[in-house]
């Protein structure tokens, strides 16, 4: 097993800090080569691009990326091909496979323990899930454990999903400890150990941990035997109930995800006001924003009732045309239009029990008008950063 690569899984509920995590872990990396592999909802994979923006590695170096599916399962193929891949190409210490938050993390974790091209090149090192402490503690907190309905069940809630990704864990990772009272935090603590006895618990703020200790440290034990239920049920019944029946998570769940594209800038007032208040069906929201006479692209992260807005840099189509050439001719695949260049909406949206169409319809509606996209230099600038590395907050909890 020595000279097999450790591989470190990590899933967790949506917006809870697992892409926070993986730059914090990039960041701090010391003498460890990482290599990551992220997976997404939606077929634009705004995580694969923010790690890669937070570290020193391209998307195509390092930081591999699974878009518009979900890698517990219709995205294994892709998923073994990935990991392969990496290893054939590469020189590294150690694989980080973030999934996306409604990644049943038994399957994953199967890939590097069966026969397989993945189990020949890794070694599973640990089961890591990040949860919102204070969500957790909203979802489960009372006085008996969280009732689980049977896998063959239709419409389990999502929060069975967050049982399923603590039960099969060895680190659970309660996130946004801040924003909790020690009370809180200790029923959190409580409701871990009630699902998973064996899992190590560690409080963070804007998941930061030290790498050592959750990457150093080889917890993932395939002969160990946990009392309620631990990893070993999951991964001998196929983490589905055993008789094979899979479901998506999306069915199961009652997840939909979406992906809203426009060349067209949204109106900043309108769309401020939309952005402050989402229906609560819809759980997560990340992307690129385009406002109207704004230079700089928006970045959209919205989970739950919190939205921030984050100011990551000109668009290309803004600066000089000298400029522009040299970033074009560096960047061959950038998706430009010749009308308005690089400028351009990309979200993806993901909900429970979501209506789609009204949440489309919505976002529409908060896109300027034909009278004011030729007036727009007289638009309200709203709320939204001019400045290169400027967030705003439009929304709290």
């Not at 090149?121 to 008996?144: H, I, M, P, Q, S």
């Not at 034909?370 to 309200?380: N, Q």
């Amino acid at each position: 097993m020595g000279d097999r690569i450790p591989v470190t899984v990590l899933s967790g509920n949506l917006g809870a800090g697992k892409t926070t995590l993986v730059n914090h872990l990039l960041e701090r990396s010391g003498d460890r080569e990482l290599a990551v592999l992220v997976n997404d909802m939606g077929d634009v994979n705004v995580d694969a691009d923010l790690v890669a923006a937070g570290s020193d590695l391209d998307v195509d170096d390092g930081v591999a990326e699974l878009s518009n599916g979900c890698i517990c399962c219709e995205l294994q193929d892709d998923l073994e091909s990935a990991v392969t891949r990496l290893a054939r190409e590469r020189d590294f210490d150690h694989l980080v496979v973030e999934s996306s938050g409604i990644s049943e993390p038994a399957p994953v974790a199967r890939l590097f323990t069966t026969e397989s091209r993945a189990a020949a090149r890794y070694r599973v090192n640990g089961l890591v899930t990040v949860v919102d402490a204070r969500l957790f503690v909203d979802a489960f907190g009372g006085d008996e454990v969280p009732e689980r309905r049977a896998a063959g069940e239709d419409e389990r809630p999502l929060s069975d999903l967050l049982v399923e990704q603590v039960e099969v864990s060895n680190v659970v990772l309660l996130n946004k400890a801040d924003l909790c009272t020690e009370a809180e935090l200790e029923t959190a603590e409580g409701l871990v150990a009630a699902l998973q006895p064996d899992a190590e618990t560690a409080r963070t703020e804007f998941s930061a941990v030290d790498p050592a200790w959750l990457l150093d440290v080889e917890r993932f034990d395939p002969d160990a035997v946990s009392d309620l239920p631990g990893w070993k049920r999951a991964l001998d019944d196929d983490g589905h109930g055993g008789d094979g029946d899979h479901r998506h998570p999306d069915e199961v769940y009652g997840v939909s995800s979406f992906t809203y594209r426009r060349r067209r800038p949204f109106h900043p007032e309108r769309v401020a006001d939309l952005l402050r208040s989402l229906p609560e069906s819809v759980v997560r929201s990340k992307g690129t924003l385009w406002v109207a006479d704004n230079d700089q692209r928006q970045t959209l992260g919205q989970a739950g009732s919190s939205v921030r807005v984050t100011a990551e840099g000109p668009w290309v189509a803004s600066l000089p045309a000298v400029e522009q050439d040299l970033y074009r001719s560096n960047r061959p695949d950038l998706d430009w239009d010749d009308e308005h260049g690089d400028r351009r909406t990309e979200l993806v949206v993901i909900g429970v029990d979501m209506d789609e169409a009204n949440v489309r319809d919505r976002l529409d509606d908060a896109l300027v008008t034909d009278a004011e996209w030729s007036e727009s230099a007289s638009l309200p600038a709203g709320p939204f950063p001019g400045s290169t590395g400027e967030d705003a907050v439009l929304r709290e909890p």
